[in-house]
């Protein structure tokens, strides 16, 4: 059904392209596991014969998937919930951030057209995290991927200055996906998971819009995982607390609701009316297909078949918009 689909849209758009689907690399995730929320810091492990660690690992298996959904092109970003490198020393993170990124362009070259990568960097040393932007402008890589906060710095904090204004120097396209929350209540049902990425995503926007950092970059093309969680939902009580405490307002220059469009969103947030309110916010233009693949069940295209929106609209949140922000035109 979604291949029939995809095929319907392409009347309107030239690519079905994918922005939020994940890798691994196996050194790495190794190294990383123990550390990570996802494995409860050690205390759960991801058995490596799971299907779903497979086609992290495997590019000609999801391949086979993108092709079974009428997928044209996957954007690869680095599994960090699974292999953050936040833990370890400066010169240990950079290091295992060039093997991430070296393993993200092998899947590239292998299938030109298919894979687009993006970036991952030493946040840990600010000027390694500057050399490997230019690193990544050097390799033909457009999407850097950012977590919501490096070891409790959320990304409109003071350090991260030099890095967007570089990012938006060189044009590059920003996709923010949160790497967990540590707080252990999160651990518990799974939380971490369900509601923790969601709330991450509310605080790294409000964090970008209350420091001032859209305001300062305008030119900034940042895209939020998961429809960005609970944010564009809940925008009422946000421009009533600026309204009622103006010295919350000091970094901006309009409301805050009125900085949902300064953002992109992928469409992974499964259920289709909270997808068509999200739409109704920010314009089908400001959505992209996003399948958090593939760690969610959820097909993208068949999912997107279920929102009531125009076969136009829906063709740009297929693929029209990507292509558009990927220069692919």
Not at 192 to 219: A, C, T
Not at 220 to 249: E, I, Q, S
Request: hydrophobic share 40%; with cysteine; proline share 5%.
């Amino acid at each position: 059904m979604s291949v029939e689909t995809a095929n319907r849209l392409r009347c309107f758009c030239s690519k079905c392209i994918d922005f939020h689907t994940h890798f691994l690399q196996l050194d790495v995730f190794n190294a990383c596991q123990p550390h990570s929320v996802s494995s409860c810091f050690g205390r759960v492990s991801w058995p490596l014969d799971m299907p779903v660690m497979q086609r992290m690992f495997n590019p000609e298996l999801q391949i086979q998937d993108m092709d079974q959904r009428g997928i044209d092109a996957n954007v690869l970003t680095s599994a960090d919930v699974m292999q953050s490198r936040a833990w370890a020393s400066p010169d240990e993170e950079r290091r295992m951030t060039a093997i991430v990124n070296e393993e993200c362009a092998r899947w590239v070259d292998a299938y030109p057209g298919r894979f687009i990568g993006s970036a991952v960097l030493p946040l840990g040393d600010m000027r390694m995290a500057l050399a490997g932007v230019e690193e990544a402008v050097s390799a033909g890589l457009e999407v850097i991927n950012l977590p919501s906060n490096y070891r409790g710095d959320y990304l409109g904090h003071a350090r991260f200055t030099d890095l967007f204004a570089t990012i938006e120097d060189r044009n590059l396209i920003v996709f923010m996906h949160p790497e967990g929350t540590p707080d252990m209540w999160f651990q518990n049902y799974a939380l971490w998971n369900s509601i923790g990425q969601s709330i991450e995503e509310v605080k790294v926007m409000s964090s970008l819009i209350y420091e001032g950092v859209i305001d300062r970059f305008p030119r900034l093309k940042l895209v939020m995982a998961h429809g960005g969680g609970y944010m564009p939902h809940y925008m009422g009580r946000l421009d009533r607390n600026v309204t009622d405490k103006p010295f919350t307002a000091k970094n901006l220059t309009k409301k805050p609701s009125e900085y949902l469009s300064d953002f992109y969103y992928d469409s992974c947030v499964y259920d289709p009316r909270t997808l068509e309110i999200l739409i109704e916010r920010v314009g089908a233009d400001r959505v992209l297909l996003g399948g958090d693949y593939p760690a969610a069940t959820l097909d993208p295209i068949d999912f997107l078949d279920q929102v009531r929106v125009s076969d136009v609209d829906r063709a740009k949140i297929a693929g029209g918009t990507a292509v558009e922000l990927l220069g692919l035109a």
